[in-house]
């Protein structure tokens, strides 16, 4: 018996060992996720991918002082971004560089993640692909990309669902379940397993729900699509076309599937140019990357809300995030991307201004005080 009982205790020790084995990258991720400073311990983040960008040129700086803007708001800007715990802020109008401004030891070269701003990087992407027929159109059931989705609820909600966070998925986003969707989306080995898994709580179309499987389902059906890892697609449709600098994607595990609700690493200035080329119409460098009607698309208010598809607007009649600022926006034409601990590009057409702000958490983040101030002091120098 006490041999018996010997054996079957190294077989649940094996076993044990096993399985810890099998997940020691998930629970050393547990165990040591950096998160009082999530985005700057970029050297924390364990698989990625490179993006290869095709950097050429840099963006021209202005000379503030030798222009009419109005000096006063630009050092309201900056003396609020920096008093919000931010990495950097940089903004452009048109062409040049107005504000260029770093802090906690960051620089030009540095990364910081991104979170939820990748959102906005995978929708753009989704858009190259439809207008280049890899996908036919977002009325398509995502049932033709994963067939796993055939012969359930699911076979209801189509790409456009996923892409207005309508799509009536289960939110289970507790983050202090090892086993919730979330927390093995973010941290765990197999996202594109994890989101395909997920399944319906709600009838499609009915209600916003911001839901993160929701963004990395639409992963996978772009690399069901177009037959591209995530990295290469963005390389060479949308990163090498802005003229860029390299830019990495964060993976979860090594050569695995890109984490595509979160988790793109670049540096400031290169989200400057994607915002450019969203302001001028998808056109940058003379190259038509992303059509005017996707972007039209993208930035028409969804049900209830202040969210297109898979950006934030800053103008609507109904939204969800009217008291995150202290002032309506003095340009209603603004949108934005958003990622976790105010990581921010803001975007304003009709003023050709783009302004990014990424860093640490903020203890009081106003979403009106940056964009406001940048407004009027372009408006200044129009009116001279």
């Not at 960051?106 to 753009?124: C, F």
């Not at 049932?143 to 796993?148: R, V």
């Not at 830019?247 to 050569?255: E, T, Y």
């Not at 302001?279 to 209830?304: F, K, V």
Request: hydrophobic share 45%; charged share 20%.
């Amino acid at each position: 018996m006490k041999r018996i009982i010997l054996i079957s205790l190294a077989a649940i020790f094996i076993a044990l060992l096993s399985i810890t084995a099998w997940n020691w990258r998930f629970i050393n991720r547990a165990a040591t996720y950096p998160a009082d400073k999530p985005i700057t311990s970029v050297e924390w983040y364990d698989a990625m991918d490179v993006v290869e960008g095709n950097l050429q040129r840099p963006l021209p700086s202005l000379a503030v002082q030798n222009s009419q803007l109005d000096r006063s708001q630009i050092a309201k800007a900056v003396r609020f971004a920096r008093e919000q715990n931010s990495s950097a802020l940089v903004a452009a109008w048109g062409d040049s560089i107005m504000i260029e401004e770093y802090w906690q030891g960051s620089d030009p070269s540095s990364y910081t993640n991104s979170m939820s701003m990748a959102k906005s990087i995978l929708v753009t992407l989704l858009g190259i692909a439809v207008q280049n027929g890899y996908i036919k159109s977002i009325k398509e059931p995502v049932s033709a990309y994963i067939p796993e989705w055939q012969n359930d609820e699911r076979s209801l909600i189509t790409i456009e669902h996923l892409l207005r966070m309508t799509s009536g998925l289960r939110i289970y986003d507790d983050q202090g379940d090892p086993f919730s969707d979330l927390v093995q989306l973010y941290l765990g080995l197999d996202a594109a397993e994890t989101a395909v898994a997920v399944t319906a709580a709600k009838s499609p179309g009915q209600i916003f729900e911001y839901n993160n499987a929701n963004s990395q389902v639409l992963g996978v059906i772009l690399e069901r699509a177009t037959g591209m890892d995530y990295a290469d697609f963005m390389s060479e449709h949308l990163w090498k076309p802005l003229g860029a600098g390299n830019a990495k994607q964060w993976l979860d595990v090594p050569d695995g599937t890109a984490k595509t609700f979160c988790c793109m690493f670049a540096r400031a200035r290169d989200w400057v140019r994607l915002g450019q080329m969203l302001a001028r119409g998808g056109s940058y460098n003379g190259q038509q990357i992303l059509s005017e009607e996707w972007i039209a698309e993208m930035i028409s208010p969804g049900i209830e809300t202040d969210y297109g598809l898979h950006i934030w607007l800053g103008f609507t009649a109904i939204g969800r995030r009217k008291d995150h600022r202290s002032e309506p926006f003095v340009a209603k034409d603004m949108y934005w991307m958003d990622g976790a601990d105010m990581q921010r590009v803001y975007i304003i057409p009709s003023y050709q201004l783009v302004i990014v702000r990424v860093g640490e958490r903020a203890s009081a983040w106003d979403d009106a005080i940056i964009p406001n101030a940048l407004v009027r002091a372009v408006k200044k120098a129009e009116k001279k």
